[in-house]
């Protein structure tokens, strides 16, 4: 039983640990939360092995429910399209084999199905459709209940700003 060098706890499992250099006598929870090196054997087991820090692949994960959004101004931009091609809308209607009043609708902003969005996108070579790709979830570490983290711990250990 020791003080832990890192954290200051008293009456603690200590093991002389590695980190940057400096040699510490460290608890167990100052070395799990920060994976310090062991210079010492271990003759207790850590209660459970801490679930590898995974990089931030949220965004990869993200990737299978990526869902496309419709622009809030779709009905600008089929307006402005059809009209950069030259066409009516009833030159469009026909093209898409809808009815005139689908395009008149969706120009006057009620938004058809995606479907048909996509078909008039095509036409016109437009976009309408924003990819909706989430912010990216961040692992963030739950600062340290102590109100001071490790790292402050060890800075001010090491005498350092
Ligand atoms: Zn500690």
């Known amino acids: 039983m020791g003080t832990c060098e890192m ?3 008293e009456r603690v499992m200590t093991l002389l640990s590695e980190i940057s250099g400096t040699r510490l006598r460290c608890c167990n929870r100052c070395i ?3 994976n310090l090196n062991i210079l010492e054997k271990r003759n207790v087991p850590l209660s459970k092995p801490r679930a590898p820090l995974s ?5 990869t994960k993200n990737m299978s429910k990526l869902e496309k959004e419709v622009m809030p101004d779709f009905h600008r931009a089929i307006k402005r399209g059809r009209e950069a091609k030259g066409w009516s809308s ?7 084999n809808l ?3 689908d395009i008149q609708k969706a120009e006057a902003g009620v938004q058809p199905a995606d479907s048909t969005l996509e078909k008039i996108e095509k036409a016109l ?3 309408l459709f924003e990819d909706n790709i989430s912010e990216p979830e961040r692992s963030v570490r739950a ?8 790292g402050d711990a060890l800075d001010e250990f090491l005498g350092k700003e």
């Open 55 to 59: 990089p931030v692949r949220a965004y």
């Open 99 to 101: 009815r005139l009043n």
């Open 7 to 9: 954290c200051g706890s």
């Open 90 to 96: 009833r030159d469009l209607a026909m093209r898409l």
């Open 125 to 127: 070579d437009i976009k």
């Open 32 to 34: 799990e939360s920060n």
């Open 143 to 150: 600062p340290s209940s102590r109100g001071m983290t490790i």
